[in-house]
T-cell receptor
Framework: GAVVSQHPSRVICKSGTSVKIECRSL??????MFWYRQFPKQSLMLMATSNEGSKATYEQGVEKDKFLINHASLTLSTLTVTSAHPEDSSFYIC?????????????FGPGTRLLVL | KQEVTQIPAALSVPEGENLVLNCSFT??????LQWFRQDPGKGLTSLLL?????REQTSGRLNASLDKSSGRSTLYIAASQPGDSATYLCAGFKAAGNKLTFGGGTRVLVKP
């Protein structure tokens, strides 16, 4: 159980276009999902916390108008990179939070590799 | 300010040798510590989660310890195999915001 999927797994787009990435919890409901970005040979950096039915909370330095997050249901959060530029090329990973027995655990998706030409 | 630090950044060992990966954290608010494995171009695989009330967790050849007083966690991998080659990430969990803060990772290469 506790499987998280992401779609697409890889996307190549032209500079200036917008790209939407989906994150789904397949067998559980997640009131909270998280979006991370990972540049080559670097660790994961939290971009934002996505709560179902409310606005996302962005980390310092992350442009909320550039990275639009929608968490419309308990199993789906989307990240839209608007007007993407080459510097947005990165590996984007989501996680979904599941609380069980008083412990909060994040389950990670397989990631989406974005390449902006 | 780096809240979670992993040393070394890279490690190369011959097959069969034991691996010792270190993770240190400065934020006392971190109370759970989780170790992940990441293969190149892939997502994260959770290895071990050590809760604040625990001092260590074991799974097969893997053992992770947690010392909150010193802000340190260590991941031991016994009798390493080439298939253990990957990047290992530790992450501290803080109750505030339910956030995970990741270390920079240790890239491990086990040579046959």
């Amino acid at each position: 159980g506790a499987v998280v999927s992401q779609h697409p797994s890889r996307v190549i787009c032209k500079s200036g276009t917008s790209v939407k990435i989906e994150c789904r919890s397949l067998d559980f409901q997640a009131t909270t999902m998280f979006w991370y970005r990972q540049f080559p040979k670097q660790s994961l950096m939290l971009m934002a916390t996505s709560n179902e039915g409310s606005k996302a909370t962005y980390e310092q330095g992350v442009e909320k108008d550039k990275f639009l997050i929608n968490h419309a249901s308990l199993t789906l959060s989307t990240l839209t990179v608007t007007s993407a530029h080459p510097e947005d090329s990165s590996f984007y990973i989501c996680s979904a939070s599941l609380r069980s027995g008083g412990t909060e655990t994040q389950y990670f998706g397989p990631g989406t590799r974005l390449l902006v030409l | 300010k780096q809240e979670v630090t992993q040393i070394p950044a890279a490690l190369s060992v011959p097959e069969g040798e034991n691996l010792v990966l270190n993770c240190s954290f400065t934020d006392s608010a971190i109370y759970n510590l989780q170790w992940f494995r990441q293969d190149p171009g892939k997502g994260l695989t959770s290895l071990l989660l050590i809760q604040s009330s625990q001092r260590e967790q074991t799974s097969g050849r893997l053992n992770a310890s947690l010392d909150k007083s010193s802000g340190r966690s260590t991941l031991y991998i016994a009798a390493s195999q080439p298939g253990d080659s990957a990047t290992y990430l530790c992450a501290g969990f803080k109750a505030a915001g339910n956030k995970l803060t990741f270390g920079g990772g240790t890239r491990v290469l086990v040579k046959p």
